[in-house]
């Protein structure tokens, strides 16, 4: 394995004075500093790296060794060279120089004190009714934060979330550390299937069953949307997938005002079976009224 350079590791010129090296480890370490990552063990990896080039550079000693053989040897006491200097955070583990805990009160704020940092966040899944995802609604959900503490939380579903969407609750996540900040809640919402409904966009579709009569001769039926029922006007000779427009009665825009529309797709249903009146009737309805649906399309 090559030596490394340690001067490239700090981002210093090779006569760089101890007051740059300093300076660039004070920069250093306010960007890679583990308590500022917790858990990010690539930044803790970074954060030894640069340690211990500081640690040889700063000691006039070992920087003569290093200068001299592009290597240093590690001596009892000294610090391994890819881990922690001895002593933890404190300054012998930085040779004549020191000022480590100088540095750690310059980035955190206080000797010795652990930073302040903002709590994680939580994440919760919510199962939601299909009407209550597009028409919004209240949800009362209870989360455990890191300490254990349980807390009841109203959150407030705002109109039109989709499966999958993610609603933020500020400040209601886990307890931050030294007194920072919580963290936020997000509601990850599962829209559960409507028996009838389904959505497309913020649009909403329904299949409206229709008798023969109702689409050849037209006829006002009554019909669901997301707000209850209303009547709308099957025009004469309507075909069966025909869709028919109710303007505005879709989802609410989750950004900006206005809402989609409902689609009524007409199914035309026969009658299972007829009489031998009926079938008269409807071969008579043929004679008088021939038409071949499916001419041209084969």
Partial sequence: MPPKDYYEILGVRKDASDEELKKAY???????H???HPGDKEMEAKF??????YHVLIDPKKRADYDLTGRV???PGMGAPTGWPPGGFGPEGFGPMGGFED??????GARGRRPVRRGADIEYVLDLDFLHAVKGTDVKITVTRRTGAKETVTVK??????????VRVAGKGHEGYEGGPHGDLYIMTRVRPHAYFRREGNDIYVNVPVTVQEALLGSEVKVPTIEGFTKIRIPPGTQGGQRLRIKG???????GAGRGDEY????????GKVDARSRELIEEFARINPYEPRKGLW
């Fill in 48 to 53: 030894k790296e640069i340690n211990e080039a």
């Fill in 157 to 166: 579903v705002p109109p039109g979330v989709r499966d999958g969407s993610r």
């Fill in 73 to 75: 040897t590690f001596e």
């Fill in 103 to 108: 540095i750690f009160s310059e980035i955190f």
């Fill in 34 to 36: 583990p308590d500022l």
């Fill in 249 to 255: 009665k879709g989802v609410s825009f989750t950004r």
């Fill in 264 to 271: 009524v797709v007409i199914n035309i249903v026969v009658p």
């Fill in 26 to 32: 004070r920069r250093l370490a306010r960007q890679y």
